[in-house]
């Protein structure tokens, strides 16, 4: 097992959440509705038709949750803000109440010791942007995402250190606008395509717009979900479907963000999207890139858009509640080549599987196989920094069971059990083994 003398004295230990997957108060104190209240209220999207209009009712509960970070020994907070809460148009009228829950939140974290790392952007978009066609797939929206970065900007800068823009860029487009199994539903290779270059000029407008607001030391970066993507099979028609998934899946949105660059693929797919200056406009130098990872693609060879197409992976493989394979020498490997690649540090942002084990007759959360993921997990990050790979810090997905959007409230992320019925929060077992992690800092 690894233990808290394997990592640097300065490593960061921490968790992350979302605004949508826990707030609830979906309606309350003049918050207006994101696309995500519309997805999951609409029936069939979410399984069981499950909604975040109450959640874990962490808008009324986040001093408790913040007592269980602090208890962790958690440094480290990765929340996101809900844009509907404090702009409910998206844009013009601001609304006081919402703005004041971040207010509140921001205090009660840095008043026990943990540093409030804010997300501008995880998935959940002003309804009325999307119904006025203001949404990612307008350009329009690029100067508007800026305003949004320099309100919170202007209200939490002197507080908050941490900042990122958008929680994995390359899935919300994805699963949002190409697949069509996540808010708003759109099933479109051209409007996903749309949706990724104005993202990315939008995380160009509004670092630039932090920069200028935010005093000197704010650590600015972004967090793309990246999984390395392995050919299903070892002929060079899958290595090649390999590189072009590669390329779709997680450099579409990392690449133009950390390099300056499309890839030369995705800049063929993208074609006149992309206008003289847009490059220049995306890119901003960077403080740091957080990493979610949790599993890796595989792929093979097919004749379609993309010329590849998502397989499963092996037979025998170990899979989570999720399906999704449990391969520590993945995130070794991604560790490796996002360090390098990006040469910027790198935190992960989010790691972790699903389970559904409820508290026994002894009031216990026994998550036995959650722990040895983290284990393993943690020990492949071991091996990424011995390889050399500059990575600061583990902010683990998630802090509380929560809505696991289409998935609903089936799959249990967290390493604090949420009983939805009563909202009473139980400390796994994996709560206490990553707080003798991070308890043993001296910082703590
Ligand atoms: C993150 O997305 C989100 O940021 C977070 O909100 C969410 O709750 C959390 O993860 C858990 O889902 O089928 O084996 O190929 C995760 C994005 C994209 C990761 C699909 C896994 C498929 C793995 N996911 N990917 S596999």
Not at 130 to 151: C, K, M, Q
Not at 174 to 192: K, T
Not at 243 to 254: E, I, K
Request: with cysteine; net charge negative; hydrophobic share 40%.
């Amino acid at each position: 097992m690894v233990t808290r003398s394997d990592f640097p004295e300065d490593f960061v230990w921490g968790a992350s959440t979302a605004s949508y997957q826990i707030e609830g108060a979906h309606d309350e104190d003049g918050r207006a509705p994101s696309i995500w209240d519309a997805f999951s209220h609409t029936p069939g999207k979410v399984i069981g038709g499950a909604t975040g209009d109450v959640a874990c009712d962490h808008y009324h509960r986040y001093k408790e949750d913040v007592a269980l970070m602090r208890q962790a020994g958690f440094t480290a907070y990765r929340f996101s803000v809900s844009w509907s809460r404090i702009m409910p148009e998206g844009h013009g009228a601001v609304n006081a109440a919402g703005l004041d829950f971040y207010d509140r939140l921001v205090d009660e974290l840095l008043a026990n010791n943990i540093a409030p790392w804010l997300c501008l952007y995880h998935w959940d978009l002003p309804l009325a942007l999307h119904e006025n066609g203001l949404g990612w797939t307008s350009r329009e929206i690029v100067p508007l995402f800026a305003d949004y970065a320099g309100l919170l900007a202007d209200r939490l800068g002197d507080r908050v250190t941490h900042w990122a823009t958008f929680n994995e860029p390359n899935m919300f487009t994805m699963l949002g606008y190409g697949a069509g199994v996540h808010a708003p539903g759109i099933r479109d290779r051209d409007r996903w395509l749309d949706a990724v270059h104005h993202v990315n000029l939008s995380h160009g407008a509004a670092v630039r717009r932090l920069r200028d607001q935010l005093p000197g030391g704010a650590q600015i970066g972004s967090v793309p979900n990246l999984q390395p993507v392995r050919p299903a099979s070892d002929n060079d028609q899958d290595r090649e479907a390999a590189a072009r998934m590669d390329a779709v899946m997680n450099r579409a949105t990392a690449d133009p963000v950390f390099l300056g660059k499309y890839d030369p693929l995705t800049r063929e797919w993208m074609g006149d999207r992309i206008r003289p200056d847009d490059e220049a406009a995306i890119y901003e130098p960077l403080d740091w890139l957080g990493l979610n990872h949790y599993s890796p693609h595989y792929a093979a060879a097919r004749a379609n858009a993309f010329g590849f197409r998502s397989m499963d992976p092996p037979e025998g493989a170990e899979k989570t509640l999720m399906g999704w394979h449990v391969a520590p020498d993945a995130f070794r490997d991604i560790l490796v080549e996002t360090s390098k690649r990006y040469s910027v540090p790198v935190y992960v942002t989010e790691n972790g599987m699903a389970d559904d084990v409820e508290p026994d007759n002894q009031g216990q959360v026994k998550d036995d196989a959650r722990i040895s993921y983290l284990d393993r997990y943690l020990g492949a990050l071991l091996e990424a920094r011995a390889e050399g790979a500059d990575i600061r810090g583990y902010l683990v997905w998630s802090m509380l069971d929560n809505f696991e959007w289409a998935m609903g409230y089936g799959p249990r992320f967290g390493i604090v059990h949420v009983d939805y019925a009563t909202q009473v929060r139980t400390p796994k077992a994996s709560y206490h083994f990553l707080a003798a992690l991070a308890r043993a800092s001296p910082d703590a």
